[in-house]
């Protein structure tokens, strides 16, 4: 019989309705997990224990009442260090931002609460959720519960990390260069990113962001199942016109044929045998369900990184590099100075250019995921990297830069994209997770969790 905490949260929420479970034993069962497992991991950085199990009493009196129970009642969650949750820092991984308490909830909080979740704690990242790798000057280094000697990734390490270690099986993460896909990775897990105007979600901390993380920046869920991802995306997205984004899309779309590209190289980058390998069994497993795949060509990603990178460092150059001076965390100065050094700036026709190059790249996307409804590609080029390897030298940040390009390349075009986990393999640095990447169409995350149900397998939590 599992352990409360070793539920999914599909598990735990049919349990709760059908009485067999009360939100407050699981949520105790969590908090007593975290106790035990978040020393080795620094994946939670705030509890909420006491808010936590009132918000599970609060489930369990509904149920009592028989009043109608949220998607995701009694499901313990994590929030990530960078959304606004009412009472709690927005830290974002900074010293400077330690007492910038949030007054209301991002609307993707806003929207868990609605959904009946548990919030038991907020999740590390990265000073300015900069990096591949979790660690920064306010709360510490977060390590991955698979293999220390990897990262748990960034820039949503510990809420990945948290999810591997059973401290809540379904976390919130946010992604704007694969800070949800490359965590799940690094960790063994599932995270979806959606589509652009998908999960509504502001921090009224902050102002508008400018124009690149508008169009690249999203929420969405990290899970031990493809099947928690669904409740998790589908309480996520709920309507809140506070995001000027947010688009009331279904979260089914027509029908699509079952046809999948595999594509072991895009753009002819370098990809680890062992990653080709991974590919290779996912397309064999799609082939088994039904699916049609072939190997296609994809269009451009390259430039369509780039031209991200110009969208990001732009951001950063128009409104952050003060507070990376102030805040002055070693991390995040040497990785934006080899950023800026891959990414000259320019001048307001660069970025106008950029912009126009969005348009072309996103209807040359658009129309190959119209014949191929889901690309089966590489999450990155490498198996997961050492920990703190970008920091290492110059030729180490140049490696993960070049193995990272469909991270960064995808939301360029505001594509939604699904990492898999698909097993383990012995690594340089032991035993070392494997996965891969889907992509389709903005909206058709169905199709995603669709192909990715024929791929995946219900995760173990980290021993």
Known sequence: MKELWNLTASEITAQIRAGDLTARAVTEAVLGRIDTANGAANAIVDRCDDAALAAADAVDAARAAGQALGPLAGVPVTIKVNVDQTGHATTNGLRIQKDLIAARDNPVVANMRKAGAVI???????????????????????????????????????????????????????????????????????????????????????QDRHIGGQLMAVSGPIARSIADLRLGLEAMAQPDLRDAWYMPAPMRGPDAPRRAALCLAPDGMQVAPEIKAALRAAAARL???????????????????????????????????????????????????????????????????ALQARSRLARDWRAFLSDWPVLLCPVSGELPFADQRDVASQADFDAVLAAQMPQIGLPFMGLPGLTVTTGTVEGPNGPTPVGVQLVANQFREDLLLDAGEAIADTVAVAS
Not at 287 to 307: F, I, R, Y
């Open 287 to 353: 082939e088994a369900a039904g699916w049609l795949v072939e190997e296609q060509d994809t269009p451009p990603l390259h430039e369509a990184m780039m031209h991200q990178l110009t969208l990001w460092l732009t951001d950063t150059r128009r409104s952050g590099e003060e507070a990376i001076r102030t805040e002055d965390d070693p991390d995040a100065n040497l990785v934006h100075a080899r950023l800026s050094a891959v990414c000259p700036a320019v001048d307001v026709n660069g970025l106008m250019d």
């Open 120 to 206: 038991v704690g907020r999740t590390n990242t990265p000073a300015f959720s900069l990096r591949w790798f979790t660690r920064n000057s306010l709360h510490g280094a977060t390590k991955n519960p698979r293999n220390h000697a990897l990262t748990p990734g960034g820039s949503s390490g510990g809420a990945a990390a948290a999810v591997a270690a059973g401290m809540g099986p379904l976390a919130h993460g946010t992604d704007i260069a694969g800070s949800i896909r490359y965590p799940a990775y690094a960790c063994g897990l599932h995270g979806l990113r959606p589509s652009l105007g998908r999960v509504p979600a502001f921090n009224f901390t902050g």
